[in-house]
Every structure is written in structure tokens, then in C-alpha cells.
């Protein structure tokens, strides 16, 4: 369906432009959470990951803080005791390492570091088995003086140092990761925000263009409104115009042959008067004398008056008769047209089938003296219509159609009728007569033409008759021939009358 109201080309426009853009501004939005989702699941994974290392360091840290303190108890007191914290420490240290060489190798800079640590750590051991070991084949003293010799404080300050770097690189990276997703999350707030406001506005931009097109629609319905009642006035006020204009037209009609038919009668009446004359004059003109004899020297005059009294005179006479029954004929015709014209149509339900066979019927003589036929197929619903007219103009093609046969073929005539769109029924008479010139097609339907050889009596009014009966039922009527071969006359008729006579006295259907 193509839109061609520059107002409709334009809302259409806007709409899809607003529909296109809150589509942009929530695609925009749903793929920026995607992004703020998995950035997120990386922050995570960054922060559990520094969590880890942390409690791997504090761990380790705090395993060889109870083994040095356990060693540094039984040193002290000879009580085994004390060795507890140690002998736990020195049972899990072994796995613990494992677990904090593993934890660190997916950071770099701690993996170095952890690489550095772990041979302090087992040196730190070492140094504190040594001692243990002393103290416990009664070598106290020399326990104490390798104590004294400060080599296990400098593996723990080394590690120490290191832990305290790992814990520093640990928790920045846990504050890190937590900045940048606090940095998401206002990012993703502004980000929501802003393209909701934009949704916002385009959605009350979209709707204020809905509710001025509905304005524009409202406001021309209105003045669709106005303008059809006052179409309706004036196709009323123009119908009811045409009504007193073809009254008027049949009443000149009417006067006009009324006019001529005088001087008609009155020429007619003088003509029967002079034939009366001629008679007279015929009866007493003598071109002999008293005796029978004739008169040698009346004789050309005679000759004369007896050519102008028996030839001339009659001839002039059956001219003038014969144009006045002419001229009488064309003023009938234009009196039955008129008449037509005035007559009140008196719409009733119909039967196309059975008007078409009486119609044939009427003409059945005829048909079978030119050895012919008549095939009928109506099927078709009954109609509301004018019986006269409808009669008149069957009638009337029918005539025409046996009226101008081919006389060198036995003549057929074929009748369709069918239903059309628009509650229209469609008749169609086809003959194969002698057919029409294609010149002639619409000329047959004017008034007084007629087509091809006027050999045959009429007066041409048969189909412009017909024309004007089937437009006052509210149809049509037209034909196609070949010149030769026959000519189909097609009836365009609407099915139910009432309608049409409504709208042409101005009333509403």
C-alpha cells in the first residue's frame, strides 16, 4: 500500500526513527551490562585471587612463627611441651608450601617472590631441627650458642621482608579490582541512567507525535464529516437541479413536437385538399374540343397540363406524404422518448429467466421463419426492477436481432446472463446476424443513426431507446461485433433498483 499524504509519510517516519532509536539506546544498555557482567566476574576472579595469596602468605607466615616459637619454648624450658607448635607446624609445612607455590604461579611478581621465599623457609627449618636436635642428645648449650649465632633471624628477616611485599601486592590488588568495579558500577549507573532518560524522551518524543497525528486525524475526520454532508447536500441540491433540467428538456421536447406535429396536420390537410383538386382538375381538364376531336393548336399546352396533372403533380404529392409519415414517425419516436423520460418507474421483484423466455417467446414466430433458434441460460437471482422497461428492452434487442439477420445462415441467438461485483447482474444476447462496423459501435446508440445498408425499415431509435431505459434502471448497455459475423449486446443491470431511484429524488437509500 503506498502512502502518499505527506503527513502520513511523516508520522510514519518519526515513528520508525523513535522505535529505531529507543531499539539503539536498549541495545546499548543490555550489551553495556554484558560487558559490566563479565568484567565484574574478572574483578572477582582478581579479588579472590588476591584474597587467596594473602591468606597463603599469612599462613605460611604465621607456620613459621609457631615452629620458631615451639623450638625457642623447648629450648628454653627442656619441657616437650613446648615442641607442639613446631611438630604440627614442621607436619603441615610440606603442603602448605605446595599449596602457596601453586596459589602464587598465576601472579608473576609473587611467583618470583614465592621462589625466593621458599628456600629461606626450608633453611629456617633446617636451622630449627638442627637446634632441636642438639637439645635432645643433651647438647643444650651448643643448641643455644648455634641459636646465638643470629643465621635463623636472618632467613626470617629475609622472609619477612618478602612477606610484607607479597601482602602489599596482595592488598592492591584487592583494592584495585574493588576501585574498578565501584568504577563499573557508576559507569553501568550513568550508563542506565542517561539511556533511560533517552528511552524517556523518546518515548514522550513518539507519543506527542502520535497524539498530534491522532489531533490531525480527529480534525480531518471532522472535515471529512462536514465535507460529506455538505457533499451530500449538493449532490442532492445537484440531482434535484438535474431532475428540473430534464423536466424542463421533456417539456420542450414535448412543445417542439407538439409545435411541429401542427404544420404537420395543417400541411397534411392541404395536401388531401390539392389531391382533391387534382381529381377535380382531372376530371374536367379536356385537351379535345366540343366534338371529341383535338384541337391542333392546344395541343402543346395540352401535353403540358396533362404531364404536370397526371405525372407531376401525384409525384410531388407522394413526396410530400411520404417525408410528412417520416417526419410524423421521427416525432413520435422523440414524443415516446419523452414519455419514457416521465414515466414513473415502479420497481417490483423480477425474474430475469422468465422475461427472457417470454421475450423470446414474442419474437418466436419470426425466429422460425428465418429458420432459426433461441438458447437461453439464466441462471440468476430475482432482481427489483421495472417490469415495462425491463420488458421493452429485451423486447427491443430481440427484434433487432431477427430484424438484421444473415439471411444466407439460419440465424441463432444466444442469451447469458450471470452475476457480476457490486450486486450487478450482466445479460449478454449474441447473435450471428450481419454485425456492426466498429466505427458504428457507439454511433447506433445516438439518436435517428443506424448502421450499414438501410434496407430495412426503421427509424433509428430502437437502441438509443434501449440506452436511455437501461440508464434510468441505473445500468448500461453496450455491445461488441465483427462486421459479418454477429454482435453481442451486453446489459450491465444493478439488482435491486430502489437505491438508484433514492439517490436520484435526493432521499437517502
Not at 613459621?64 to 615442641?83: C, K, V
Not at 383535338?294 to 395540352?302: F, G, I, Q, R
Request: proline share 3%; hydrophobic share 45%.
Amino acid at each position: 500500500m503506498l502512502i502518499s499524504d505527506p503527513s502520513k509519510v511523516a508520522f510514519v517516519r518519526t515513528t520508525l526513527a523513535a522505535l529505531l532509536l529507543g531499539l539503539a539506546a536498549l541495545i546499548v544498555i543490555v550489551l553495556f551490562n554484558l560487558w559490566l557482567v563479565r568484567e565484574a566476574g574478572v574483578y572477582s576472579e582478581r579479588v579472590n585471587a588476591a584474597r587467596l595469596q594473602r591468606t597463603a602468605i599469612i599462613d605460611l607466615q604465621s607456620l613459621i612463627l609457631d615452629a620458631e616459637t615451639g623450638q625457642r619454648g623447648y629450648l628454653l624450658t627442656g619441657n616437650p611441651a613446648y615442641l607442639k607448635p613446631y611438630l604440627e607446624a614442621r607436619q603441615n609445612s610440606e603442603a602448605q608450601l605446595a599449596s602457596f607455590l601453586s596459589i602464587m604461579n598465576g601472579d608473576a611478581p609473587q611467583k618470583v617472590d614465592a621462589s625466593k621465599i621458599i628456600p629461606l623457609i626450608t633453611n629456617k627449618l633446617a636451622e630449627l631441627q638442627q637446634t632441636i636436635d642438639l637439645a635432645n642428645a643433651n647438647k643444650r648449650d651448643e643448641a643455644l650458642a648455634r641459636v646465638k649465632t643470629d643465621l635463623g633471624q636472618a632467613f626470617m628477616v629475609q622472609a619477612r621482608r618478602l612477606f610484607s611485599v607479597m601482602l602489599q601486592r596482595s592488598e592492591a590488588t584487592i583494592d584495585m579490582a574493588v576501585r574498578d568495579e565501584q568504577q563499573s558500577i557508576a559507569t553501568l549507573r550513568w550508563v542506565t541512567i542517561c539511556g533511560a532518560i533517552f528511552i524517556v524522551v523518546v518515548v514522550g518524543g513518539s507519543t506527542w507525535v502520535v497524539m498530534l497525528y491522532t489531533r490531525r486525524l480527529i480534525h480531518a475526520q471532522k472535515e471529512i464529516g462536514a465535507l460529506n454532508q455538505g457533499l451530500e447536500e449538493r449532490v442532492r441540491e445537484r440531482t434535484a437541479e438535474l431532475g428540473r433540467a430534464n423536466e424542463e428538456i421533456q417539456r420542450f421536447a414535448y412543445i417542439v413536437t407538439h409545435d411541429l406535429r401542427a404544420p404537420l396536420v395543417n400541411i397534411m390537410g392541404f395536401t388531401s385538399e390539392l389531391e382533391e383538386s387534382l381529381k377535380a382538375i382531372q376530371s374536367v381538364f379536356r385537351p379535345t374540343d366540343a366534338n371529341g376531336e383535338v384541337n391542333p393548336n392546344d395541343l402543346p399546352a395540352a401535353e403540358v397540363a396533362r404531364t404536370a396533372v397526371s405525372k407531376d403533380l401525384p409525384e410531388a404529392i407522394g413526396f410530400i406524404r411520404s417525408s410528412i409519415r417520416k417526419m410524423d414517425r421521427l416525432i413520435n419516436a422523440i414524443l415516446k422518448l419523452s414519455r419514457e423520460g416521465r414515466r414513473v418507474l415502479m420497481p417490483e421483484a423480477l425474474r430475469v429467466d422468465a422475461l427472457l423466455k417470454n421475450a423470446a417467446a414474442n419474437v418466436q414466430h419470426q425466429i422460425a421463419e428465418a429458420d432459426g433458434e433461441v438458447a437461453i441460460e439464466a441462471k440468476v437471482p430475482a432482481v427489483i426492477s421495472d417490469r415495462l422497461a425491463l420488458e421493452q428492452i429485451f423486447g427491443n434487442l430481440l427484434e433487432n436481432a431477427v430484424k438484421y439477420r444473415e439471411p444466407q445462415r439460419p440465424l441463432k441467438i444466444m442469451i447469458r446472463a450471470h452475476e457480476s461485483l457490486g450486486r450487478r447482474i450482466i445479460v449478454e444476447i449474441e447473435d450471428n446476424g450481419r454485425g456492426i462496423a466498429k466505427v458504428d459501435h457507439e454511433r447506433v446508440f445516438e439518436l435517428f443513426r443506424r448502421s450499414g445498408d438501410q434496407n430495412l425499415p426503421g427509424e433509428g431509435i430502437g437502441l438509443a431507446h434501449a440506452r436511455t431505459m437501461m440508464r434510468n434502471l441505473g445500468g448500461d448497455i453496450t455491445l461488441a461485433s465483427e462486421l459479418g459475423q454477429g454482435t453481442t449486446i451486453k446489459l450491465n443491470l444493478p439488482k435491486d433498483l430502489r437505491p438508484i431511484l433514492a439517490i436520484q429524488n435526493g432521499v437517502d437509500a
